[in-house]
């Protein structure tokens, strides 16, 4: 069986492409999933993508991935800013854990500027656009040992 990657998207996230263009650029969230589909396939990797405007649905699926995923790639959205929860269960994960954000929140208001997964991340990506889940992806498949052919 082919290990997998766990790609996880926050509040807001199913709207990429139409919310905030300008901050998050045009590229929808079907576009992060197919990215994240063809470089972790490039290092021999599944994934499994999960987007959810609901904080206990992110709960579940970490719970349900936490020592099966390779790795997890976390885009949390507005929960990176205020939840302890999320960030309660990715703890527990048991491959790298790679946190991304499509804009680059330090530029931004100075709530975003605070996260309550950067400390308890392998890396974290910041103000790449969509690019940034290639290079997490990347990250995790060397972190693991796994490298491209």
Known sequence: MTPYLAVLNGPNLNLLGQR??????????????????????????????????????????????????????????????TSVALRDALVTVTGPLVEVHISNVHARE???????????????????????YRFAVERIATLVGRHRA
Do not use: W
């Open 20 to 81: 905030q263009p300008e901050v998050y650029g045009h590229d929808t969230l079907a576009d992060v999933e197919a990215l994240c589909t063809d470089s972790a396939r490039a290092a021999g990797f599944g994934v499994r993508c999960v987007q959810s405007n609901h904080e206990g649905v992110l709960l579940d699926a970490i719970h349900e991935m936490r020592t099966k995923a390779a790795g997890f790639v976390v885009n949390a959205g507005a929960f990176t800013h």
């Open 110 to 132: 100075p709530f975003r500027h605070h996260s309550y997964l950067s400390d308890i991340a392998d890396a974290v990506i910041v103000g790449c656009g969509i690019e940034g």
